[in-house]
């Protein structure tokens, strides 16, 4: 009973720290389009936001694209990984 509890506290506590950031990685696979118009879908990213930050990840490797609740995180991530993208959260 302990542990379920626990548990419980633990999962609202992580939902509730709000400097999580979702993580975008690059990948030698998706085109630079490909990418944005992910972005732009999946975080709801302007045009000029999607670009910057798919060429963010393409320099340097990885780009924070979104901050927030981990469970909003979790939904973008979940859906830029069925996009075949490699995401993070941290």
């Known amino acids: 009973m302990q542990e379920t509890i626990t548990k419980e506290i633990t999962e609202v506590e992580e939902d509730q720290v709000l ?7 690059n990948d030698d696979v998706h085109t ?3 990418v944005i118009d992910a972005l732009m ?3 709801k990213h302007q045009l000029e936001q ?3 930050c798919t060429y963010l990840v393409h320099y340097k490797g990885k ?4 901050t927030g609740h981990f469970s909003e995180l979790k939904k973008m991530k979940d859906a830029l990984i069925n996009r075949e993208l490699n995401a993070t959260i941290d």
């Open 63 to 66: 780009c924070d694209v979104k």
């Open 41 to 43: 879908d999946v975080c």
């Open 32 to 34: 630079f389009d490909y």
């Open 50 to 52: 999607a670009t910057q």
């Open 19 to 25: 400097n999580r950031h979702l993580i975008l990685h």
